[in-house]
């Protein structure tokens, strides 16, 4: 994979050398830079791309995970906000809008998010998965584990581990 990362790395390069106000271009290397965990230059490259446009969804998004990664929660809150604002049904939005809330700490917010993802979706891994996470923090441990039982359905390895603790815990 290190390759292929330098390989896309060089076009994205190349290709801001010809066009350095092209903000898809800079949206696309900040996502791979956010996928190498290499927080500082995806925001750099996501600023530069919301400077060009400040609506531009497609930036806001990938901006707001790195911000909560980086627990810079009340920007990350901003950027999820506007970006589900501009985009209403997207349900990657409104998930991650649900996890700012939940590292936030407050539970009825992000519960509502969560909801309103598996209603655009209701065969959402994520949605489920994180939806489980939020309420088995919440001590609501049979809602959690059907939330991951559903996301175990869909293939989350992880939930399905967490589904079978709560249930063994019982």
């Not at 896309?8 to 190498?36: E, I, K, M, S, Y």
Request: glycine share 8%; charged share 30%.
């Amino acid at each position: 994979h290190a390759g292929q990362f330098r390989e896309a790395l060089h076009d994205f390069n190349r290709a801001l050398d010809l066009d350095p106000r092209n903000p898809r271009t800079l949206q696309l290397r900040g996502a791979l830079f956010v996928r190498t965990g290499q927080h500082q230059r995806a925001l750099a490259d996501l600023g530069r791309a919301l400077e060009i446009d400040p609506r531009y969804v497609e930036a806001l998004g990938p901006r707001c995970v790195v911000l909560m990664r980086l627990d810079r929660l009340d920007e990350a809150l901003a950027d999820c906000e506007l970006a589900l604002e501009l985009k209403p049904g997207d349900i990657d939005h409104s998930i991650s809008l649900g996890m700012v809330w939940a590292l936030r700490g407050d539970g009825t917010r992000a519960e509502r998010h969560y909801r309103r993802a598996l209603q655009i979706d209701p065969a959402s891994a994520a949605a489920h998965y994180q939806y489980a996470v939020l309420l088995r923090g919440l001590g609501r441990r049979e809602e959690a584990r059907q939330q991951f039982s559903a996301a175990c359905a869909a293939r989350v390895p992880a939930a399905c581990a967490a589904g079978e603790q709560l249930k063994a815990a019982r």
